[in-house]
């Protein structure tokens, strides 16, 4: 029985392979809308450390970078959940945590609420996700506030945080990722029918 080499069988079945990753791709597209669509609202503050005299601008940028990512950590706690959530003027929707259990509200709070630092800066970056744009940006608002009002119950007296971007709500939805999803639909569907073109060849 005479078998094709891979190279040949490949090449000479790429447009059921190509086929396949549109089809899978389309799939997980598709497959995307199942969940809300969610913008990102993205604002950043900076980490000022009240240097003491003879400290070296290099230690200071690096003390308000450790600085920035203990806050980074502590925005998805429930306290400072609270905190933000008892903001006034914000009118905040808080349905997504109302009636759910605690493990859920976290988990809901966690995905809501992002937060990390640029390295090598003390800027940390706070990205906010609703389905409602404008929730999105009054949720980074509101968070900025609490930071900037209540931080130094984290930080200590000695950090300053001071906004310095505003949030900016995308123009499109984010989350999920319907173009980063369809890719890796295409790449797996494209893996699936090689090597099914592969297999059922090498059987017949």
Not at 125 to 138: L, M, V
Not at 161 to 178: C, D, G, S, Y
Request: proline fraction near 4%; charge should be positive.
């Amino acid at each position: 029985m005479f078998h094709h080499s891979p190279g040949y069988l490949l090449s000479h079945f790429w447009k059921r392979i190509v086929l396949g990753g549109i089809f899978l791709a389309l799939f997980a597209s598709a497959l995307s809308f199942v969940f809300p669509l969610e913008y990102r609202a993205d604002a950043q503050m900076l980490v000022v450390s009240r240097t003491r005299y003879g400290v070296d601008p290099y230690t200071a940028v690096k003390s308000a970078e450790r600085v920035g990512e203990n806050i980074a950590r502590i925005v998805g706690t429930d306290i400072f959940f609270a905190q933000v959530l008892s903001q006034p003027g914000f009118q905040l929707d808080t349905n997504r945590f109302v009636g759910t259990t605690e493990r859920i509200r976290r988990n809901r709070w966690e995905r809501t609420i992002d937060a990390s630092v640029s390295f090598g800066t003390g800027v940390l970056n706070i990205s906010a996700y609703h389905t409602d744009p404008s929730q999105a940006k009054a949720y980074a608002s509101a968070v900025m506030e609490t930071l900037v009002e209540r931080g130094w119950e984290y930080v200590g007296g000695d950090v300053n945080l001071k906004i310095v971007n505003q949030p900016v709500v995308t123009a499109l939805p984010v989350r999920p990722n319907i173009l980063f999803n369809a890719l890796g639909g295409f790449a797996l569907g494209v893996l699936i029918s090689g090597a099914f073109v592969l297999t059922r060849k090498k059987l017949l």
